[in-house]
């Protein structure tokens, strides 16, 4: 196998600087017993090999040097060169043995992630800017998803994105992880250490894709930082993801599931010695991504968390009514609130509004710099946007049940993020 793959578990793997630091941290955990999904880390420099291939290295150079209708033909050129030519033989080869060693299991789906360089670092968590692709198990699938992994790094949203931060995507470049798929029963997020020194966890039934988009609202599950089990509150789970057995994930509706806890107390204290375990390994408060099968808990991800000292309120607010939901983790802000219900109405959202809306999902990272306070009827503390809101210290509140029916346009809004509360005036 040619050295631009190596096992997950493996300590090459733990270099960052080749690897990205979403498959180092997995490499981190594996090294110190913690479970894992396995596969193997793909290289960089496959990125570099393969754009040097195609000869696009001065486009790369184009998209942020020009301007206007210049650089949007650069970054197109990118992205349709990267998902459409082949992959050159030197990388497709060793990648090809991969594949046949993951599918000889039977049965076997594989998962190809993202692990761009400048992603999951603790001023660029990047998170739901690039791609995953599940449920893969066919070959012709499984070399388009690296593909389009490679041709994330220039997608719209993660070029405003890196803009925004003083990234230039020229200087930088994608690794990926190729795993067996986990056929999870359960999946969710966590956040090591929250404003109240607690752990929180977020869980929904199936794999966790909806809970990452913002389309659920997750079971919240607290414990204390000792360990043990203060409160279970069940989400508002209406669907869950399953795998499509090659064709992806799926919505499935889940009518007798959405009152009912997707992972049971003895799960949810197991998980969250996992957690600080990871957080140990680590060095830093951490941000998982877990998934549970048959077998047991696999820790898909370990990003730097951001921990927010909690804000006291004017006394003027606690006379007002409040609604309560899951918080992002960070931030106190007020502004006016602009009840979005679709997209196309983003552009009357101004500078400082308090963005009401039913779903936060990672496309409206955008917004995140103009607006004072984020405040949804779907999503929990572990979606990517939560994420995002976290790294730029922007106060969100999601899973407020009828918030864009009970929150007038127009009001004076203050947004708690570490407490979980919204309030307005009348």
Not at 217 to 236: F, Q
Not at 244 to 267: C, L, M
Request: hydrophobic share 45%.
């Amino acid at each position: 196998m040619s050295d631009l793959l190596v096992p997950l578990a493996s300590k090459d793997a733990t270099d960052a600087a080749r690897f990205g630091p979403k498959a180092a941290s997995q490499a981190r955990l594996a090294a110190a017993g913690l479970p894992i999904a396995g596969g193997f880390a793909l290289d960089a420099a496959a990125y570099r090999r393969q754009v040097q291939s195609l000869g696009l290295e001065e486009t790369t150079r184009r998209v942020f040097a020009a301007d206007g209708p210049e650089a949007r033909r650069a970054a197109l050129e990118m992205k349709l060169g990267l998902l459409d030519k082949p992959i050159a033989d030197e990388i497709a080869a060793p990648l090809l043995e991969v594949w046949q060693a993951l599918m000889a299991a039977p049965g076997a789906e594989i998962a190809v992630r993202s692990s761009a360089l400048v992603e999951d670092r603790a001023d660029t968590s990047f998170a739901g800017q690039f791609e995953s692709y599940l449920g893969l198990d066919n070959e012709a699938d499984y070399f388009t998803a690296l593909r389009a992994c490679w041709a994330a790094l220039w997608s719209t949203r993660a070029l405003r994105y890196m803009a925004s931060h003083g990234l230039d995507p020229a200087d930088t470049a994608m690794a990926a992880i190729v795993q067996p798929l986990v056929r999870a029963r359960a999946a969710g997020g966590g956040l090591s250490r929250t404003a109240e020194g607690e752990m929180s966890l977020s869980a929904v039934a199936g794999l966790g894709a909806s809970l990452a988009q913002g389309e659920v609202v997750p079971d919240r599950i607290v414990l204390s930082r000792a360990g043990d089990l203060l409160e279970i509150e069940p989400g508002r789970k209406e669907h869950r993801e399953d795998c499509a057995h090659g064709h992806g994930a799926i919505g499935n509706r889940v009518p007798g599931e959405a009152g009912r806890p997707s992972i049971d107390e003895r799960e949810a204290v197991e998980l969250g010695r996992l957690m600080l375990e990871a957080e140990r390994v680590m060095g830093f408060p951490v941000e998982i991504e877990w998934a549970l099968d048959e077998v047991g808990f696999k820790l898909l991800q370990a990003r730097p968390l951001h921990v927010a000292e909690s804000t006291a309120p004017d006394e003027i607010w606690l006379k007002h009514p409040r609604l309560n939901g899951h918080p992002a983790g960070v931030g106190w802000g007020t502004g006016t609130a602009r009840v979005v219900t679709c997209e196309c109405e983003i552009g009357r959202v101004n500078a400082g509004d308090i963005l009401v809306t039913r779903v936060a999902g990672p496309a409206l990272a955008h917004i995140l710099p103009l607006v004072g306070g984020v405040v949804a009827e779907l999503g929990g503390s572990t979606s990517h946007l939560a994420s995002l809101a976290r790294e730029r210290g922007i106060p969100m509140v999601l899973g407020v049940n009828a918030a864009t029916r009970r929150i007038p346009e127009g009001a004076r809004v203050a947004v708690d993020g570490v407490a979980g509360i919204v309030r307005w005036m009348r």
